[in-house]
């Protein structure tokens, strides 16, 4: 079965530092994976995604994430962190079986302090 | 920008009721989902839909549960008799093709919650 694991329930960072929200997931097959962002009383943003190819992946508002097969991981980066970036983060996979069942982890909340 | 939406953005309501959650998701998507979200926990997914039929569903999506699709806009979640642990976040989603490598569009969300 799949699974994802973010196991930092909030990641605390000053602006302008850069930052790193962790990502490990366990998949039968190949994995896709995807950054969500969610703001308070809004939907889930797409922000990227990896399927094939370059195992760093460039995304929305200038995050990137480096997928690491032989650890199983998915990290999501910002050089330099903005106080707008403050959100809820998920991730999620889902294979190439089927339809596109989506799999979330707990998500990881994102402080950025001024 | 197309988006998906959801109506209500809030819906209260007694333990044993039926509720309707509506979605319209993006016009020219084609592949149909809810997810949910219980309080603090992760977002989980309950059902997949296509051509007017259901394409998976979880454990969670028991004979409460029922989707439809009445007309060509709006996505439907129905819970027949409501229980108190069917409170949640309810989001709607949608994608233009199938295929694992496809970002799944999100609407905002309703809250349910089951008194």
């Known amino acids: 079965a799949q699974s994802v694991a973010q196991p930092e329930d909030q990641v605390n960072v000053a602006e302008g530092n850069p930052l790193t929200v962790k990502c490990t997931y366990s998949v039968s097959g190949n994995p896709y994976l995807f950054w969500y962002v969610q703001y308070p009383n809004r939907g889930l943003q797409f922000l990227l995604k990896?399927?094939?190819?370059?195992?760093l992946v460039k995304g929305s508002y200038g995050f990137e994430a480096e997928f690491n097969k032989s650890q199983t991981s998915f990290h999501l980066k910002k050089p330099s962190a903005l106080v707008s970036d403050s959100a809820l983060y998920f991730c999620?996979?889902?294979?190439?079986?089927?339809?596109?069942?989506?799999?979330f982890g707990t998500g990881t909340r994102l402080l950025v302090s001024p | 920008e197309p988006e998906v939406t959801q109506t209500p953005s809030h819906q209260v309501t007694q333990m044993g009721q039926e509720v309707i959650l509506r979605c319209v998701p993006i016009s020219n998507h084609l592949y149909f989902y809810w997810y949910r979200q219980i309080l603090g926990q992760k977002v989980e997914f309950l059902v997949s839909?296509?051509?007017?039929?259901?394409?998976?569903k979880s454990e969670i999506f028991d004979d409460q549960f029922s989707v439809e699709r009445p007309d060509g806009s709006n996505f439907t979640l129905k819970i027949r008799s409501t229980k108190l642990e069917d409170s949640a976040m309810y989001f709607c989603a949608s994608t233009p093709t199938s295929g694992g490598y496809n970002e799944q569009f999100f609407g905002p969300g309703t809250r349910l919650t089951v008194l």
């Open positions: 999620a996979v889902a294979t190439n079986t089927g339809f596109q069942k989506l799999v």
């Open positions: 839909f296509y051509n007017n039929e259901i394409s998976e």
């Open positions: 990896y399927i094939t190819g370059d195992n």
